[in-house]
């Protein structure tokens, strides 16, 4: 379209002159997992494995969990702090930065992605924890923490499988950090505390610690956001953005894989005990987090494709608001109830639900995008978007 309005104007042509165009072809679709790399293409095989993995490593080496829980800095888990780390540089690096302000003129995008976050997911998770656990008090606290702790970290992994607009996931996911630090402690006292009395139902005490939530986002986003921000600009000053994302991020881009990858089996050697001396309470805790996760997904994405937003950023809103930052859940379920407490044990079953169930839906996503956008040019696998799904982008942007 670009193109065609830049086009130097001329008069039509006459009568005589006019000929048929020949008939374009339609824009065809090819899949994406064709063009994927083969451990892209195998992510959901490789995260199973990893939880396997992790949960055989807790299982079969005694006090394995005390030891890497012991490692600790500033009271957070340092191998799970390395492994988010190493997860999260190498998307943040892919961002273009200095293309943020697009995002931010957007105002429809940005109260879209606050009401589903802020409003929607926490309110829809309280409603799910008091239907399927209004017998365990603790489940039902720990799964209500989990609906507050808003994604700032995988999310990134999951949009940019999905070939949503990094540079959106970015912005959004810095929204949502701030907001985590000014608003955690006042809606968890008001889903805790004041809703529940106005309902009539019983209450729970909490005392967060303002502190440990900042540190929790300074540490899992702003380490990594920083690292990202001046890899690339140093990056270009230095070689170009040819050389930076045609040479250097194919060599970085795998770490995040591997990051993911790592910190699932730290997690889950660590929690191991916990998810296999209580499995029914484990599927208890399950039910409502799937029919979370799915019903804030499309609930979203329908709702982005609703108000007129296109697939990339659709899909960024919908990974965004559907994901929860579950090392933030955890980390303030123990530190409020104590390491063996049930509201621990729910924080725990989060990422067991959440990373099979949203690879899951990186799948729907790409199998729905033709359908729900069609002739939208940021689809990936269209005749305009034919790279790759890592690379898709450029011809998403060239194609506006």
């Known amino acids: 379209m670009s193109g065609i309005l830049n086009l130097p104007r001329s008069r039509p042509p006459k009568a005589h002159q006019m000929t048929t165009a020949p008939p374009q072809p339609a824009p065809t679709h090819t899949p994406v997992a064709a063009r994927m790399s083969f451990l892209d293409r195998y ?36 191998p799970i702090a390395v492994g988010l780390l190493v997860m999260m540089y190498p998307v943040l690096a892919k961002v273009r930065y200095d293309e943020t302000h697009r995002v931010t003129g957007d105002r429809r995008l940005l109260a879209l992605s606050l009401v589903l976050n802020w409003i929607i997911g926490p309110a829809l998770m309280f409603a799910l924890a008091w239907a399927f656990l209004p017998d365990h008090p603790e489940y039902r606290t720990g799964l209500i923490i989990v609906g507050l702790a808003r994604c700032i970290a995988m999310v990134l992994i999951w949009n940019d499988l999905a070939c949503g607009d990094r540079e959106a996931a970015a912005v959004l996911v810095f929204i949502n950090s701030v907001f985590q630090v000014i608003a955690f402690s006042g809606l968890g006292w008001f889903y805790l505390q004041v809703l529940p009395g106005w309902l009539g139902l019983p209450t729970t005490g909490v005392d967060f610690s303002v502190w440990a939530i900042f540190l929790s986002v300074l540490v899992f986003l702003g380490i990594p956001l920083l690292a990202g921000f001046l890899t690339r600009t140093v990056g270009e000053r230095a070689k170009g953005r040819t050389w930076y994302e045609e040479r250097f991020l194919p060599r970085i881009g795998p770490w995040a894989l591997y990051g993911l990858l790592f910190t699932i089996v730290i997690l889950f050697a660590l929690q191991g005990d916990a998810i296999l001396s209580q499995p029914l309470d484990v599927g208890r805790i399950a039910i409502p987090l799937v029919i979370y996760f799915v019903v804030m997904f499309l609930g979203s994405l329908f709702a982005a494709r609703a108000a007129g937003v296109d697939y990339a950023r659709s899909t960024t809103v919908a990974f965004t608001a559907s994901g929860n930052n579950f ?74």
């Open 43 to 78: 992510l959901a095989v490789w995260i199973l494995l990893a939880m396997g993995a992790g949960l055989a490593l807790g299982a079969l080496i005694p006090g394995l969990d005390q030891a890497l829980e012991s490692v600790q800095v500033m009271g957070m888990s340092l």
């Open 327 to 400: 090392e933030l859940a955890i980390a303030v379920s123990i530190a409020t109830f104590g390491v063996t407490s049930g509201q621990a044990l729910a924080g725990v079953v989060g990422p067991l639900i959440e990373v099979p169930i949203l690879v899951g839906l990186v799948y729907v996503a790409l199998w729905l995008a033709p359908k729900l956008f069609p002739g939208d040019p940021s689809v990936p696998g269209t005749a305009t978007s034919s790279a790759p799904p890592h690379t898709a982008r450029t011809d998403r942007e060239a194609a506006r």
